[in-house]
């Protein structure tokens, strides 16, 4: 079982620039990929969302970022600084308008494409491959966080379905005493009613017939079996979410019958807890994948 939340940071060096990949999950009914890159990566942007795509669910936000790792490389592309200069003292001129050009030259530096000097405008196919293993080890460590995250959350789950199935084996001691408060109810109706002579066969038949109607065997022996079907599948499954939520709910289904038909305060207090240990386990099921 693995949880959607998740995150890893990875760097590489390619091509005189650091490499800096970034993922973070979070829980989302889809798979739903934000992807930053920057310009000179567009051409490689589907391979990175197939790559990402291995995450199977969640939302899914990707940076991937450079920065210059060669001290003595230069960067700025001084031919493109000059001729912006010039055009500005030009203009200025011409316009008659006062400048700094200490001003004119901060200003101009600020410029980012003035900073792209010896950078290529693609990848090469070997800086591709550096950077697509960082990306590929960057998913693996997600996983693994996903993986880390998801036994905290399966420890907490089965301690949750343990008090569930504990108050369900509690409930037949109660069941015997249902028998005889709805005998002594039915002959508090006869007496109410001032009923003097009562068929013995009648009475137990009614009898039988109002108990058949509060039976909760069946609930029981489905809880039962929901109970063991989600703990086998948060053990065995790694991408299990949406099928233990279902399990959930069924689950849900017999803890409101089974207090619907209870008629025992003592069960119905046990069916109150049960909701509770259920609830609790709705709460986390949406983090899981």
Known sequence: MKSMT???????AAGGMTISVEIKTLNSKQL?????LPQRYRTHELDIRSMLSALNRGKVDFTLSEANSDATQAQLDRELLSA???ELISAASELKVEISHGDIFSTLVRQPDLWNAGI???ISDGDWATVRDCITSAINDVERFRSDEGSILEKDFAKHVDAIEQRLNIIPQYESDRIDTARERIKRYFADFAVKEVDPVRFEQ?????????????EKVRLAKHIAFFRDT?????VCGKKLAFVAQEMGREINTTGSKANHVEIQR???EMKDE??????????IL
């Open 120 to 122: 290529a405008e693609e």
């Open 84 to 86: 912006r200069y010039a």
């Open 6 to 12: 998740g995150f890893a940071k990875q760097q590489c």
């Open 270 to 272: 046990l069916v109150v």
């Open 278 to 287: 259920l609830e609790k386990i709705k709460e986390q099921l949406g983090n």
């Open 32 to 36: 739903d990929l934000n992807v930053k």
């Open 234 to 238: 948060m053990r065995s499954e790694e």
């Open 206 to 218: 009614e009898l039988i017939y109002y108990l058949e109607k509060l039976d909760i065997t069946e």
